[in-house]
C-alpha cells in the first residue's frame, strides 16, 4: 500500500510562507506514488487549551477531526513559524489538543505514534525558523513520542526565497527539500 501523507503549516495568515513551504513539499510528494492531504489549520479552528473546558465538554470537535486526520496518515510533514525562538500558539495549541484527544480504549498520543513526522520552516529572518524547529522537534519527540526524521528543511530570507511558481530558488535548498520529502516517504512506507 503507497503511505498516505499528511502536509499543514503552522500559520494560517494570508501569504504565509509556511503555507508555501507546505504546499510545495505537498507538490513534491504528489510526484511520487504517496497519496497526499494538504490540510489548512483554518479549517480545524479550536479554542486556547483550557482545563476546565476540557473537564466540562472534552476537547474540541475540530481537535477530534484532526486526530482522527493525523491518523489516518502513514507519515506528516509540517511546516512551522517561528514566534519568538519558538513554535507558533496556533500549532503548539493543536498539538496540545490532539494530545489530549483519545477514541475508545487506544493508548494515549495515538496521534503521534505508529507515523513518521518531518518538519521544516519558513521565515524572513536569517534563522530561517530553525529555532522553532529545534523546539517543534523536542514537542513531538519528548512530549508525544513521535519519531521525527532528522532531516528537514529551513527556508530563511523567505520573502526572496520563492520564485513566481512557488518553487524554492536556491538550488541546493530545493535539493534538500525533496530529499527531506524522500526520506520521510521511506520512513512513512515502514508504517503503511
Ligand atoms: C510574535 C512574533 C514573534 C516572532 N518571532 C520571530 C522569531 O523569533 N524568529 C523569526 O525568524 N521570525 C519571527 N517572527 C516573524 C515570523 O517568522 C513571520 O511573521 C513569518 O512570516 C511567520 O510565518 P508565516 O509567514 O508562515 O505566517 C515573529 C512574528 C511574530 C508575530
Wanted: aromatic share 6%.
Amino acid at each position: 500500500m503507497p503511505p498516505r501523507i499528511l502536509v499543514f503549516a503552522g500559520s494560517i495568515r494570508t501569504g504565509s510562507y509556511n503555507a508555501r513551504l507546505a504546499a510545495l513539499v505537498a507538490k513534491e510528494l504528489a510526484r511520487t506514488e504517496v497519496e497526499v492531504s494538504l490540510i489548512s489549520l483554518q479549517d480545524y479552528s479550536m479554542p486556547l487549551y483550557d482545563g476546565d473546558r476540557e473537564g466540562a465538554s472534552g476537547p474540541p470537535e475540530a481537535a477530534v477531526k484532526l486526530k482522527r486526520m493525523l491518523c489516518a496518515h502513514h507519515g506528516v510533514f509540517i511546516a512551522s513559524p517561528e514566534y519568538n525562538a519558538s513554535v507558533a500558539p496556533l500549532l503548539k495549541n493543536a498539538i496540545d489538543w490532539v494530545s489530549r484527544v483519545r477514541d475508545g480504549k487506544e493508548p494515549p498520543l495515538a496521534a503521534y505514534r505508529n507515523r513518521a513526522f518531518a518538519l521544516g520552516a519558513a521565515s524572513d529572518g536569517s534563522y530561517g525558523g530553525m529555532r522553532s524547529l529545534m523546539a517543534l522537534r523536542q514537542i513531538l519527540e519528548l512530549g508525544c513520542g513521535a519519531l521525527v526524521i532528522p532531516e528537514q528543511i529551513s527556508v530563511r530570507g523567505a520573502a526572496q526565497a520563492f520564485d513566481d511558481r512557488d518553487d524554492i530558488k536556491d538550488p541546493q535548498l530545493a535539493g534538500l527539500l525533496r530529499t527531506t520529502a524522500q526520506r520521510l516517504i521511506e520512513v512513512a512506507r515502514h508504517f503503511a
